[in-house]
């Protein structure tokens, strides 16, 4: 059983341009969590979708961000128009029921 | 509110020796507490996991971490360290949300010399 995977693990992008990072679950998981790690900080809880349902978005910031999880397909995290802040490593997490998988997270620098 | 504080940010120990990463949580009911380690540019590994069982809890790679309600603690530990063993240690309190709401302490960077 592969585990969490993640593309792009690294990404750049311009500032105003838009980042789209893809979380693949394990096998059998049909909860998903993404975290952002801004460098030298802890994981911050964004959002938590289950299959085509976005359970708890608390963490996610008010505009340019976005995530999904449909039927088929990976989970989606899309941050539009990015800024030098939201430079960060991204993880996702899949679970089964209640405990998390991390994945080896994308790394998005913003130019 | 649940909240975890990891008391140092760097460790630093010889191979062979003792290791000590501290953690005090803060909640208002029994929590569910773990220990996840970062090695550089991977993703988080979960070592160990405390859910109101024993209050001794043993981990993968020869780690533990003691539960003490009374100092609100969950410090890490393991006897002899290997150089493998420097890494990113993050200690993490699950919030009471029906879901696995995990809210990460800070850090604590362990480095191992030779």
């Known amino acids: 059983n592969a585990g969490v995977m993640q593309n792009p693990r690294h990404l750049v992008r311009r500032r105003g341009q838009e980042a789209r990072l893809r979380c693949s679950p394990m096998?059998?998981?049909?909860?998903v969590y993404w975290y952002r790690q801004l460098p030298e900080e802890g994981l911050k809880f964004m959002v938590y979708?289950?299959?085509?349902?976005?359970?708890?978005e608390s963490g996610m910031p008010k505009e340019r961000f976005s995530a999904e999880f449909p039927k088929e397909g990976p989970s989606i995290l899309r941050i539009q128009q990015v800024v030098r802040g939201d430079s960060a490593a991204y993880f996702c997490?899949?679970?089964?029921?209640?405990?998390?998988?991390f994945g080896p997270g994308t790394r998005l620098t913003v130019t | 509110a649940q909240s975890v504080t990891q008391l140092d940010s760097h460790v630093s120990v010889s191979e062979g020796t003792p290791v000590l990463l501290r953690c005090n949580y803060s909640?208002?009911?029994?929590?569910?507490l773990f220990w996840y380690v970062q090695h550089p540019n991977k993703g988080l590994q979960l070592l160990l996991k405390?859910?109101?069982?024993?209050?001794l809890v043993k981990g993968i790679n020869g780690f533990e971490a003691e539960f003490k309600k009374s100092e609100t603690s969950f410090h890490l530990t393991k006897p002899s360290a290997h150089m493998s063993d420097a890494a990113e240690y993050f200690c993490?309190?699950?919030?009471?949300?029906?879901?696995?709401?995990?809210?990460f302490g800070t850090g604590t960077r362990l480095l191992v010399s030779p």
């Open positions: 997490a899949s679970s089964p029921e209640y405990e998390q998988y």
């Open positions: 096998k059998g998981h049909s909860h």
């Open positions: 979708l289950q299959k085509e349902n976005i359970i708890d």
């Open positions: 909640s208002s009911y029994s929590p569910s």
């Open positions: 405390y859910t109101s069982a024993a209050t």
């Open positions: 993490v309190v699950s919030l009471n949300t029906g879901f696995q709401k995990l809210v």
